[in-house]
């Protein structure tokens, strides 16, 4: 099974701030990652697929890259409502989902 | 637009089968190429993904349960329905199902879940 690592797990930072998540794969997928954002107590919002396509009526602050085993999530200026709990997820071989990374106001 | 709702028991007891059902609209089943997958999320815990089913029937499952997963699909009545027995504490979490897209360029398809249901939490106590 393909395994997913994201770092950092919990990330502070203040609004305005530039923001990346790196998403480590066990073996190599490709461009087969997608990424997804969930706030408390709802249900996760599909951000990018294909490593760097981004999701329609996604803002432009949001951008993705990477290929093979490491990837990236940027936020280019973080705004309030981008706090939130962010998730990668390997489509490769059948689907895995990485242990998040929490982004909280600093 | 699609939308899709899980409707289940929010209490079940240890050893019991759990079933779900999925309805959804906006999409149907019936469709190639669609798809309907199960993912759960345990209190404070990481997505989980469990199964998937596509419009042709075929279905893919998690490892990690040991064959505790059935899914079915009933197209007439757009629904989707996951079954796992011998439910345990550890079970205790809140279950989503999600429309599954793909996205095509000139190499390959990559899925992606577009769409998901509010979840519906369910405990394992006795």
């Known amino acids: 099974d393909i395994q997913l690592t994201q770092s950092p797990s919990f990330l502070s930072a203040s609004v305005g701030d530039r923001v990346t998540i790196t998403c480590r794969a066990s073996?190599?997928?490709?461009?087969?990652l997608a990424w997804y954002q969930q706030k408390p107590g709802k249900s996760p919002n599909l951000l990018i697929y294909?490593?760097?396509t981004l999701h329609s009526g996604v803002p432009s602050r949001f951008s993705g890259s990477g290929s093979g085993t490491e990837f990236t999530l940027t936020i280019s200026s973080l705004q309030p409502e981008d706090f939130a709990t962010y998730y990668c997820q390997q489509v490769n071989n059948l689907f895995t989902f990485g242990p998040g990374t929490k982004v909280d106001i600093k | 637009q699609i939308t899709l709702k899980e409707s289940g028991p929010t209490l079940v007891k240890p050893t019991q089968t759990l079933t779900l059902t999925c309805t959804f609209s906006?999409?149907?089943?019936?469709?190639?190429?669609?798809?309907v997958g199960w993912i759960r999320q345990p209190p404070g815990k990481a997505l989980d993904w469990l199964a998937l089913?596509?419009?042709?029937?075929?279905?893919r499952y998690t490892s990690t349960l040991n064959n505790r997963l059935t899914l079915t699909k009933d197209p007439s009545k757009n629904q989707v329905v996951l079954t796992m027995t011998n439910m345990d504490p550890e079970d205790t979490a809140t279950y989503y199902c999600?429309?599954?897209?793909?996205?095509?360029?000139?190499?390959?398809?990559?899925?992606?879940?577009?769409?998901w249901g509010q979840g519906v939490l369910v405990t394992v106590s006795s």
């Open positions: 906006g999409f149907s089943l019936t469709t190639s190429g669609v798809a």
């Open positions: 294909a490593a760097s």
């Open positions: 089913i596509y419009w042709n029937g075929n279905q």
């Open positions: 999600a429309h599954l897209g793909t996205y095509y360029d000139s190499l390959s398809g990559y899925p992606y879940f577009d769409f």
């Open positions: 073996q190599g997928i490709s461009r087969f």
